[in-house]
């Protein structure tokens, strides 16, 4: 009957496959609020991420079933809504016959308004592969959600042999835009290095940017109070109970070793304007970094393993977690398979990753999997540092400040830009024979890069 309503529940979504409960941090409507489709109804704290949960329908707000603060398991209720009889079907929750996969299906399905803004959103893999083949990704059909293209769509559209032409006028665009500056042109590699506009010391992602102050919320201060207390934050609890762990079963053992990254400093310059014209991102060290370590990973495996009590589990694929500082917190999202991108690829994993980390938009799947941690110190200005192993994990990287030093070469004093790599390791799988040869592999990686080193 044309008019009709009813109440439907809405439960906790499954927002990652890990996750069990979640806390509401902030009901975003009240009873009586009118909710639009795709409407933010409250914010959720898991232990690593934060996230918002949208309804997939429009309606009323009904009764609020679980209060800010409180944690709630997956599948349980935590609101109800009043909708059209007919819009009934599509919303999380009323219940067990409505799975997380149908619901995204069925907003997918009712979703074109969106398919505009969502069809030019391309994800890091997608970028990826259509650098990788040359491909115009405005002439791939999406099928993903609103019309998004996935990562299947451009395998399936690089299958079909339709990226031959494309990829022709790619080429012939690409030297249009770029005359022979990768190729013909490398030389003053010198006057680059004694250029006064260069930075010395720069490292990282993060020294382009202004950080934040931590905005503390402090109670009892105005009162006249000594003290001053702090509310520890799930994701802070986290952080917390995963150091503690780690330092307490894992022994940890600690060495350094000093690397000459004048070269890389050299190449990072010289392409980093070029790769900023047409990637519309920065071309950071760490990306040049993650690729020597992936790379020498693949000579000692063992370095991308977990102790298992009485066994030792070597992992096949690499997957690097990436520590990324906040300003209340770090975090370390993951990059998949990192074995399988080339440099490039991996400049875009990390500015995405650490875009959204800074954003609070990482969802929990970002935070699964990761077998080796990089953390990039030199970003602050620090030049050693002793960092903790992420759990279960076996070691942890971190990349230093680039620093101009008189070094002696040949009997001769050359200044160089060198930067400090300092490993942790659990001391139950590596020993120092192995984790020193991986460390110089890194080294060795590192210090070969050139002028003629390909970013894709």
Same mark, same amino acid.
């Given at each position: 009957?044309?008019?009709?309503?009813?109440?439907?529940?809405?439960?906790?979504?499954?927002?990652? =496959?890990?996750?069990?409960?979640?806390?509401?941090?902030?009901?975003?409507?009240?009873?009586?609020?009118?909710?639009?489709?795709?409407?933010?109804?409250?914010?959720?704290?898991?232990?690593?991420?934060?996230?918002?949960?949208?309804?997939?329908?429009?309606?009323?707000?009904?009764?609020?079933?679980?209060?800010?603060?409180?944690?709630?398991?997956?599948?349980?209720?935590?609101?109800?809504?009043?909708? $059209? !009889?007919? !819009?009934?079907?599509?919303?999380?929750?009323?219940?067990?016959?409505?799975?997380?996969?149908?619901?995204?299906?069925?907003?997918?399905?009712?979703?074109?308004?969106?398919?505009?803004?969502?069809?030019?959103?391309?994800?890091?893999?997608?970028?990826?592969?259509? !650098?990788?083949?040359?491909?115009?990704?405005?002439?791939?059909?999406?099928?993903?959600?609103?019309?998004?293209?996935?990562?299947?769509?451009?395998?399936?559209?690089?299958?079909?042999?339709?990226?031959?032409?494309?990829?022709?006028?790619?080429?012939? =665009?690409?030297?249009?835009?770029?005359?022979?500056?990768?190729?013909? =042109?490398?030389?003053?590699?010198?006057?680059?290095?004694?250029?006064?506009?260069?930075?010395?010391? $720069?490292?990282?992602?993060?020294?382009?940017? *202004?950080?934040?102050?931590?905005?503390?919320?402090?109670?009892?201060?105005?009162?006249?109070?000594?003290?001053?207390?702090?509310?520890?934050?799930?994701?802070?609890?986290?952080?917390?109970?995963?150091?503690?762990?780690?330092?307490? =079963?894992?022994? $940890?053992?600690?060495?350094?070793?000093?690397?000459?990254?004048?070269?890389?400093?050299?190449?990072?310059?010289?392409?980093?304007?070029?790769?900023?014209?047409?990637?519309?991102?920065?071309?950071?060290?760490?990306?040049?970094?993650?690729?020597?370590?992936?790379?020498?990973?693949?000579?000692?495996?063992?370095?991308?393993?977990?102790?298992?009590?009485?066994?030792?589990?070597?992992?096949?694929?690499?997957?690097?977690?990436?520590?990324?500082?906040?300003?209340?917190?770090?975090?370390?999202?993951?990059?998949?398979?990192?074995?399988?991108?080339?440099?490039?690829?991996?400049?875009?994993?990390?500015?995405?990753?650490?875009?959204? *980390?800074?954003?609070?938009?990482?969802?929990?799947?970002?935070?699964?999997?990761?077998?080796?941690?990089?953390?990039?110190?030199?970003?602050?200005? +620090?030049?050693?540092?002793?960092?903790?192993?992420?759990?279960?994990?076996?070691?942890?990287? *971190?990349?230093?400040?680039?620093?101009?030093?008189?070094?002696?070469?040949?009997?001769?004093?050359?200044?160089?830009?060198?930067?400090?790599?300092?490993?942790?390791?659990?001391?139950?799988?590596?020993?120092?024979?192995?984790?020193?040869?991986?460390?110089?592999?890194?080294?060795?990686?590192?210090? +070969?890069?050139?002028?003629?080193?390909?970013?894709?």
């Amino acid at each position: 009957m044309a008019g009709q309503k009813k109440l439907i529940e809405v439960v906790m979504p499954q927002l990652a =496959e890990s996750l069990v409960s979640a806390t509401i941090a902030k009901w975003l409507k009240k009873p009586g609020d009118r909710v639009e489709q795709y409407e933010p109804i409250c914010e959720v704290i898991t232990d690593k991420v934060n996230a918002e949960i949208p309804s997939t329908v429009e309606g009323i707000m009904g009764e609020l079933t679980a209060e800010e603060g409180q944690t709630v398991g997956v599948g349980e209720l935590i609101c109800r809504m009043e909708v $059209h !009889a007919a !819009a009934g079907t599509g919303i999380v929750g009323d219940t067990s016959e409505t799975s997380t996969s149908d619901q995204v299906a069925q907003t997918a399905s009712t979703a074109g308004a969106m398919e505009g803004s969502m069809r030019n959103r391309y994800s890091p893999a997608v970028q990826s592969l259509a !650098a990788e083949h040359g491909i115009d990704l405005s002439q791939v059909p999406g099928t993903g959600m609103n019309g998004r293209i996935t990562r299947k769509d451009v395998l399936r559209f690089v299958e079909s042999g339709n990226t031959q032409q494309q990829t022709s006028g790619f080429m012939q =665009e690409e030297r249009k835009e770029a005359p022979s500056s990768l190729s013909s =042109e490398p030389q003053k590699p010198q006057n680059l290095s004694m250029d006064p506009s260069i930075p010395v010391r $720069h490292s990282g992602i993060h020294l382009s940017e *202004t950080p934040k102050l931590p905005k503390i919320e402090v109670d009892g201060f105005t009162q006249g109070r000594a003290e001053q207390y702090i509310d520890i934050t799930p994701v802070r609890n986290a952080i917390a109970r995963n150091m503690r762990q780690s330092v307490t =079963e894992i022994p $940890h053992a600690w060495t350094m070793i000093e690397v000459d990254v004048t070269n890389l400093v050299t190449l990072r310059n010289k392409l980093k304007d070029d790769f900023k014209r047409k990637e519309g991102i920065n071309l950071t060290y760490l990306a040049f970094l993650l690729k020597a370590v992936v790379n020498a990973i693949k000579d000692y495996p063992i370095m991308n393993s977990v102790w298992a009590v009485d066994k030792i589990i070597v992992k096949r694929d690499i997957n690097i977690s990436l520590a990324v500082g906040t300003e209340d917190s770090v975090m370390t999202p993951v990059i998949q398979r990192a074995d399988t991108k080339n440099i490039a690829g991996l400049a875009h994993e990390i500015e995405d990753l650490a875009r959204r *980390t800074r954003e609070g938009t990482l969802k929990l799947d970002d935070m699964q999997g990761g077998t080796f941690t990089v953390n990039n110190t030199g970003s602050f200005g +620090s030049i050693l540092s002793y960092p903790i192993i992420n759990y279960p994990q076996a070691a942890i990287l *971190t990349f230093e400040s680039i620093v101009k030093k008189p070094v002696v070469i040949n009997d001769m004093i050359a200044v160089r830009s060198m930067a400090n790599l300092c490993l942790s390791l659990d001391h139950r799988i590596l020993d120092g024979v192995i984790s020193g040869r991986f460390l110089q592999r890194v080294k060795e990686n590192l210090e +070969s890069y050139s002028l003629d080193t390909k970013l894709y």
